[in-house]
């Protein structure tokens, strides 16, 4: 999802991590909204960070954190890291964001005899 949502939670602490980069645009509130109703979080600004793995678009001088991967708010927990990796980019100015995600396996059903 693409929007600014910035450092401040403002009610939203299920989703919103608060180490955003920025300020949030008030056109994107829905972003926050959608994924409340859904229970969902925004992983990428739920893990502390420097700014450098923040910083998904620049251009002009213009730095912004605009891309967001949403993830079950039950799932949260399996989720390790979330950045963006400055040696891949997209096109010039848009960096790709990475998320670390643990997984669980199921184990295998025994068979009856």
């Not at 980069?21 to 056109?27: S, V």
């Not at 502390?48 to 923040?54: C, F, G, I, S, V």
Request: glycine share 10%; hydrophobic share 35%.
């Amino acid at each position: 999802m693409n929007g600014t949502l910035g450092k401040r939670r403002d009610g939203y602490e299920e989703v919103h991590g608060g180490h955003g980069f920025g300020i949030r645009n008030e056109d994107v509130d829905y972003i926050l909204e959608m994924a409340q109703s859904f229970a969902l979080a925004c992983m990428n600004i739920w893990f502390q960070k420097l700014d450098k793995y923040l910083i998904m678009y620049e251009s002009g001088g213009v730095q912004s954190q605009i891309d967001h991967i949403l993830v079950r708010g039950a799932d949260k927990g399996n989720v390790t890291n979330c950045k963006v990796n400055l040696e891949e980019a997209c096109v010039k100015q848009h960096r790709l964001v990475v998320m670390d995600l643990k997984m669980r396996g199921r184990k295998p059903k025994k068979r009856k005899r």
